[in-house]
């Protein structure tokens, strides 16, 4: 055994060797200092996974951050063929390389190498595998926790981590991100691969009221649904904003609305002038490209105050905006579509 080999099990038959360590993860595309996210899994396999013929060379590099003679950059782990066979169906496939109903008792000792992993979140799932509790922290950063999920989702052995990802999402609770971020999408994601259906719902809301455009899977494998069903009700809060304002304006033009013609001049001028500023005049598509439910809502809100600093009488001009946004959010579907789990 090569004496820079990370030790999970000294009597493991199985060697992973990890290339490629810590590859670019979830790139938010306003970040213009970090490389491209490679493309997500199933549409274009990008790991490097296979068993290794041939001995084991040694290379001489510190522990746990390798380089091989040809200077790249590898991970080695001793660990145990059952402790992974039994929870992980992927890691299974990749130690027997897909041959069913071989026992974890006939595996030979043997290399098998992925690639791409961050090196932490990598060495946490195997520690997890072989019941080493001890390894375990007790707090994870959300961008590890997404960095493990996306190792757990590709291996297929959630559940093997048990009460852990519960555990550590709330303990990030007081750092929970409140805008539309890169944090947002790796929160959608964790809770999504961890099944926490109450942390997923609460992000999606957040994505929905707080992206100014169309969300972003960041490479993540989300399922499409999710990502369809943001971007829907996104779309579907800023249409029914501006169809409500429009049809405030429309209630006055035909005097349903109002309570004399300076009062529904005066509205109807501060209305039509506001939105044509605001560009709010064109097409609703127009506007979600430009604006975030949560902005457009802060802006609307303020024309409430124009119309009561012209207000001649006594009508509730707050009221009819307060309307009109309580309108567009009751559009919006709070539940998360079906069968996200499948
Ligand atoms: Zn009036």
Request: proline share 6%; net charge negative; with cysteine.
């Given at each position: 055994?090569?004496?820079n080999t990370?030790?999970?099990?000294p009597?493991?038959?199985?060697t992973?060797?990890?290339?490629n360590?810590?590859?670019p993860f979830?790139?938010?595309?306003e970040?213009?200092?970090?490389?491209?996210?490679t493309?997500?899994?199933?549409?274009e396999e990008?790991?490097?996974?296979h068993?290794?013929?041939?001995?084991i060379e040694p290379n001489?590099?510190?522990?746990?951050?390798n380089?091989?003679s040809?200077?790249e950059?590898v991970?080695?782990?001793q660990?145990s063929?059952?402790?992974?066979m039994?929870?992980?169906p992927?890691?299974?496939?990749l130690?027997t390389?897909?041959?069913?109903g071989?026992?974890p008792?006939?595996?030979?000792?043997?290399?098998?190498?992925?690639?791409r992993?961050n090196?932490?979140?990598f060495?946490?799932?195997?520690?997890?595998?072989h019941c080493?509790?001890?390894?375990?922290p007790?707090?994870?950063?959300l961008?590890i926790?997404?960095?493990?999920?996306?190792?757990?989702?590709?291996?297929?052995c959630?559940e093997?981590?048990?009460?852990?990802?519960?555990?550590?999402?709330n303990l990030?609770?007081?750092?929970?991100?409140?805008?539309y971020?890169?944090?947002l999408i790796?929160?959608?994601?964790?809770?999504?691969?961890?099944?926490?259906p109450?942390?997923?719902a609460?992000?999606t809301?957040?994505?929905?009221w707080e992206?100014n455009?169309?969300?972003?899977d960041l490479?993540?494998?989300i399922?499409?649904?999710?990502i369809?069903?943001?971007?829907k009700?996104?779309?579907?809060a800023?249409?029914?904003?501006?169809?409500?304002?429009?049809?405030?304006r429309?209630g006055?033009?035909?005097?349903?609305?109002?309570?004399?013609?300076?009062c529904?001049?005066?509205a109807i001028?501060i209305?039509?002038?506001?939105?044509?500023?605001?560009s709010?005049?064109v097409?609703a598509r127009?506007?979600?490209?430009?604006w975030?439910?949560?902005?457009?809502?802060?802006?609307v809100?303020?024309?409430s105050?124009?119309?009561?600093e012209?207000?001649?009488?006594?009508c509730?001009?707050t009221?009819?905006?307060?309307?009109?946004?309580g309108?567009a959010?009751?559009?919006?579907?709070?539940?998360?579509?079906a069968?996200?789990?499948?």
């Amino acid at each position: 055994m090569d004496e820079n080999t990370t030790v999970i099990d000294p009597d493991g038959e199985v060697t992973i060797i990890l290339k490629n360590p810590n590859a670019p993860f979830a790139v938010w595309d306003e970040d213009p200092e970090v490389e491209p996210s490679t493309p997500k899994n199933g549409e274009e396999e990008t790991n490097e996974e296979h068993e290794q013929s041939g001995d084991i060379e040694p290379n001489g590099a510190t522990p746990g951050d390798n380089k091989k003679s040809d200077g790249e950059k590898v991970i080695r782990v001793q660990v145990s063929a059952k402790h992974l066979m039994l929870p992980s169906p992927g890691l299974r496939r990749l130690i027997t390389g897909g041959k069913e109903g071989r026992s974890p008792k006939k595996i030979r000792p043997k290399e098998i190498v992925t690639d791409r992993w961050n090196t932490k979140a990598f060495l946490l799932l195997l520690n997890i595998l072989h019941c080493r509790h001890s390894e375990v922290p007790r707090k994870l950063s959300l961008d590890i926790l997404a960095r493990l999920a996306e190792i757990v989702d590709h291996y297929d052995c959630t559940e093997a981590l048990g009460c852990y990802p519960e555990m550590w999402m709330n303990l990030l609770e007081a750092v929970r991100p409140t805008e539309y971020s890169r944090d947002l999408i790796l929160w959608i994601w964790v809770s999504w691969v961890f099944h926490l259906p109450r942390q997923l719902a609460e992000a999606t809301l957040i994505a929905i009221w707080e992206s100014n455009g169309p969300v972003a899977d960041l490479g993540l494998p989300i399922p499409t649904e999710l990502i369809d069903h943001i971007n829907k009700q996104r779309q579907a809060a800023i249409s029914g904003l501006v169809s409500s304002l429009n049809a405030l304006r429309h209630g006055l033009l035909c005097d349903s609305k109002g309570c004399s013609f300076d009062c529904r001049f005066m509205a109807i001028g501060i209305l039509t002038k506001s939105m044509h500023q605001n560009s709010l005049s064109v097409d609703a598509r127009i506007v979600a490209g430009q604006w975030s439910f949560h902005d457009l809502k802060f802006m609307v809100s303020s024309f409430s105050r124009q119309l009561e600093e012209h207000s001649r009488c006594q009508c509730q001009y707050t009221s009819w905006i307060k309307e009109v946004i309580g309108s567009a959010e009751n559009s919006v579907t709070k539940e998360l579509p079906a069968d996200l789990w499948g």
